[in-house]
């Protein structure tokens, strides 16, 4: 039986009145995309059936379809609970990729551009009694280059490190009846040396003059609370601490939160979320957490499964990845050319597990202004979206920008997208592209190797302290760019191709090994390479998973691990240079 993903899907602002619209839609491809021209929000049914939030590539989905589609339709009927009536409606959408127009009843309430952020809309004025006819369609096309596509293949079948593509709604469906004075969205901002917290609140207008309440608590004992009258778009509460309790490394200590908005007298908003108290900094020997320097032990993770696609089958598929990650030894991730759902997030912040975010930056042209628009308005949304996640601990908009038609067309976006990251979050650090050309000085030096022997692999980075990273982009162009004496990070190493149950064109890099003691002790002397190196503060292996063709991860596409994951424990966790 299909799991039909219905756990509340926004985990830090969980209010209790909604409805969870997963499940069977009606569907239909339009290749042609004739659907608008012909009104097909007005037809009285679509042609075919999917269950929703699966795409439809997925066999989840019951669709199954892996050719290219150009515009799909879904069309579902509504009837709302009783206790839905005399409030504002809202129709929230976790993802859709990648245009979505949405009709209720007939009327176009909306549309939004992005395929991995999500958005809502108020439809109270389109609902009538009785039944609501929703529709929504959705345009996607991965060969455009104008939009973002991350490991979405633009070719028909996939092929190398790319993978099967995934059109229309992926993500959570659902309604959720509210006030017209509430809480919007809100930042976190944890205060470790004081024991306190700051939360800023965006509020609607009707909010004016409501008394907005904050409490906090931890493991059900109160923690505080603390009060603002809201005098503008904006409210802002410092909540003081009882007790203070880290979040840290394997240890997700969480705050639970409660907020209530009264106006008028009345309760007119309330909602629950939770929050970590955690600073994370960079210095010159590495990155801090709370104060204290630490070794990333990161994995590749691609967000890819063999039944959902982008889509996890379960709440619990989300978390076994995290564990299966950490039973490895690795404290966190590098979430690959995607924004995750934010239920992986949740079950991060819960389990004290790091995370890169990262943008699909794959796919999109970046050397033409009407792309950068479409780039830059979905990443700082993505930015926004996971701003208040403990476990979040930076950000990477790009993955290996290269050059185009020899030349740096590049160089300006990278550092206007950069500069747009810091100013929307001061808080964490930021690469400004993932293992290739930087153009500006992040505090710290980010590369990809994939050399395979081990002996060469340390012998590239044994030079730090005389200013040279030896890494595959400067053994190919060395002139392209001078190291500036930051501490390194390997974000891309191993690779390791293990196939012996994989399809015939499967790949990994380099030569693969022939036997599990070879692999073995090829993963040891690389890790070893970067764990022995005091300038080295981080690493991420590729990858944690095999994804289609792609077979050189440490567990299977079906989530089975290759080998005994107590030896890559060992090997991962022993302590690294920088923390002796």
Not at 207 to 217: D, N, R
Not at 311 to 323: G, Q, V
């Amino acid at each position: 039986m299909v799991d039909l993903r219905t756990e509340y899907p926004r985990p830090q602002l969980r209010r209790s009145d909604w409805l969870c619209l997963n499940g069977a839609w009606e569907f239909e491809i339009d290749n042609a995309c004739v659907g608008t021209a012909k009104q097909y929000w007005t037809r009285p049914h679509l042609d075919g059936t999917i269950t929703v939030p699966y795409c439809p590539e997925s066999d989840l989905s019951g669709v199954g379809h892996k050719d290219f589609m150009n515009c799909v339709w879904y069309r579902k009927v509504v009837t709302l609970p009783r206790s839905f009536d005399g409030k504002r409606i809202l129709l929230h959408f976790g993802a859709v990729d990648y245009v979505a127009t949405v009709y209720v009843n007939g009327k176009r309430v909306g549309s939004h551009m992005g395929g991995y952020t999500p958005f809502s809309f108020d439809v109270t004025d389109a609902l009538t009694d009785g039944e609501n006819v929703i529709v929504l369609s959705a345009d996607d096309d991965v060969r455009s280059a104008r939009q973002p596509a991350g490991k979405q293949c633009s070719q028909l079948n996939s092929r190398g490190c790319f993978y099967t593509r995934t059109t229309g709604i992926w993500q959570t469906v659902w309604m959720e009846a509210v006030c017209a004075a509430r809480v919007e969205t809100y930042r976190v901002y944890p205060d470790v040396a004081n024991g306190a917290v700051t939360l800023q609140f965006q509020m609607t207008g009707a909010s004016l003059g409501g008394k907005l309440t904050v409490s906090a608590s931890y493991e059900g004992a109160e923690m505080g609370v603390a009060s603002t009258v809201v005098n503008g778009c904006t409210a802002t509460v410092t909540l003081p601490l009882k007790e203070t309790h880290l979040w840290e490394i394997g240890q997700g200590r969480l705050y639970d939160l409660a907020v209530t908005l009264e106006k008028d007298g009345d309760v007119a908003d309330a909602f629950e979320g939770y929050f970590g108290l955690r600073e994370v900094g960079l210095t010159d020997k590495g990155m801090t957490l709370n104060g204290k320097i630490f070794f990333g032990r990161y994995i590749l993770d691609q967000g890819f499964y063999p039944d959902g696609i982008y889509t996890a089958s379960s709440d619990e598929a989300l978390k076994f990845d995290i564990e299966a990650s950490m039973k490895l030894g690795f404290n966190g991730a590098r979430m690959h050319q995607k924004v995750f759902e934010p239920r992986y997030l949740y079950w991060a912040d819960r389990l004290g597990y790091l995370l890169w975010g990262e943008y699909p930056s794959w796919g999109i042209d970046i050397t033409e202004a009407g792309s950068v628009k479409n780039y830059l308005r979905e990443w700082l949304e993505s930015v926004e979206r996971d701003f208040s996640h403990p476990s979040v601990i930076g950000w990477c908009p790009f993955n290996e920008t290269w050059d185009k038609n020899g030349t740096r067309q590049c160089d300006d976006v990278l550092d206007m997208i950069y500069r747009a990251t810091k100013y929307t979050d001061p808080t964490r650090p930021c690469i400004d592209t993932s293992g290739n050309y930087h153009v500006v000085n992040c505090g710290l030096w980010d590369v990809h190797d994939y050399e395979q022997d081990p002996v060469k692999f340390a012998s590239y980075y044994a030079k730090i302290n005389e200013g040279i990273v030896a890494d595959q982009v400067y053994r190919s162009t060395p002139k392209r760019q001078v190291y500036d004496g930051t501490p390194v990070f390997v974000s891309e190493y191993g690779g390791i191709l293990w196939n012996t149950d994989s399809p015939s064109n499967s790949w990994g890099y380099g030569v693969a090994v022939k036997t599990e003691e070879e692999f073995k002790a090829r993963y040891k002397g690389l890790t070893d390479a970067l764990l022995d190196n005091d300038r080295i503060m981080g690493l991420c292996y590729t990858q944690l998973t095999d994804v289609e063709q792609e077979c050189n991860g440490l567990l299977t596409y079906q989530r089975k691990f290759k080998f005994d994951p107590e030896f890559f424990h060992a090997v991962n966790t022993r302590k690294a240079k920088i923390e002796e």
